[in-house]
């Protein structure tokens, strides 16, 4: 059974460009939602993803935005990219309404922008 | 909007001592959890607290959410070696939010 799956690993940008990272849920798990973890810090969330459609959406810009597909794998994109958005981009998955709501990680991917 | 507060944000250990991580929510919260994360790894999940005043115990670990539902702490007896990494608190009102971490160092 294949835990949460993230590609790619690490990745190199340069300002302005654009990334896009994606992400294989849990099997079984239909939600996923996306975390940006700047060093040291605590994981921060993005948004979350369910039925092909973003649920909720924490502090960030429009510049991050996301994407559901049928088979709840999801990809996480984000334009113009700045210094700032140098972080590990991470994906964790949950069964919808499951009554833990624990998180499942992936081992995230590691995005450095120059 | 919600804010979790997380201290002390380092803590060096003798191996055998004690250790204490406090989690406070700003808002109140519908449940807490809590997760390690190794150095290079991802958050594991450890537990999760719900109900008001709770508290759970796994091995060397305790965890408690307070009355209020505002905040929590995590206490690991007997430090050893295998505890060290960074312990985050994660509290649940409309969706997750992270403490910033406890890092914990034992020295053996």
């Known amino acids: 059974d294949a835990g949460v799956t993230q590609s790619p690993t690490h990745l190199i940008k340069t300002r302005g460009q654009q990334v896009t990272l994606r992400c294989s849920p849990k099997?079984?798990?239909?939600?996923v939602s996306w975390y940006q973890q700047a060093l040291g810090q605590g994981p921060q969330f993005i948004f979350q993803?369910?039925?092909?459609?973003?649920?909720q959406r924490g502090n960030f810009p429009d510049r991050f935005s996301g994407h559901q597909f049928p088979n709840y794998s999801s990809e996480l994109n984000v334009n113009a990219l700045l210094l700032g958005d140098s972080a590990l981009y991470l994906c964790?998955?949950?069964?919808?309404?499951?009554?833990?709501?624990?998180?499942?990680f992936g081992e995230g991917s590691r995005l450095t922008v120059l | 909007g919600q804010q979790v507060m997380q201290i002390p944000q380092y803590q060096h250990v003798q191996e055998g001592e004690d250790f204490t991580t406090y989690c406070n929510s700003s808002?109140?919260?519908?449940?807490i959890q809590w997760y390690k994360q190794r150095p290079g790894g991802h958050p594991v999940f450890l537990i999760q607290?719900?109900?008001?005043?709770e508290v759970k115990k796994q091995k060397r670990l305790t965890f408690q959410f307070g009355e209020a539902k505002k905040n929590s702490s995590l206490h690991i007896t007997a430090t050893q070696t295998t505890d060290v990494g960074t312990y985050f608190c994660?509290?649940?009102?409309?969706?997750?939010?992270f403490g910033a971490g406890t890092r914990l160092t034992v020295k053996p």
């Open positions: 964790a998955s949950i069964p919808w309404g499951a009554n833990t709501g624990e998180l499942f």
């Open positions: 994660a509290g649940r009102n409309n969706d997750m939010r």
């Open positions: 607290l719900v109900k008001s005043g």
């Open positions: 993803y369910y039925e092909e459609e973003e649920r």
């Open positions: 808002t109140t919260l519908s449940n």
């Open positions: 099997s079984g798990h239909d939600t």
